[in-house]
């Protein structure tokens, strides 16, 4: 199991899909909103997303896991 973690603080914009959704890599998950910006987060592998702890409008901190995938 892979884990993507937040790479800077923000807030959960708009999530793009859902737990057991198969994800290619590049496939955008999420979108996070900081500083007036959109930040995107892609799938960085391929897998099945298997835990989405985090929610639309949650703050999120350096290294906050956003989403646990399986192989």
Same mark, same amino acid.
């Given at each position: @199991?892979? =884990? +993507?973690?937040?790479? /800077?603080?923000? *807030?959960?914009?708009? %999530? ?12 955008? +998950? @999420? +979108?996070?909103?900081? @500083?007036? /910006? =959109? !930040?995107?987060?892609?799938? =960085?592998?391929?897998?099945? +997303?298997?835990? !989405? ?5 949650? *703050? !999120?901190?350096?290294?906050? %896991? ?6």
């Amino acid at each position: @199991m892979s =884990e +993507i973690t937040a790479e /800077m603080a923000a *807030s959960v914009w708009k %999530i793009e899909k859902a737990v057991g959704d198969r994800v290619e890599v590049g496939d955008t +998950i @999420m +979108i996070l909103e900081s @500083m007036k /910006m =959109e !930040i995107p987060v892609d799938a =960085e592998e391929t897998g099945t +997303i298997v835990e !989405i702890p985090v929610a639309e409008g949650d *703050s !999120i901190g350096l290294d906050d %896991i956003l989403v646990k995938l399986s192989d």
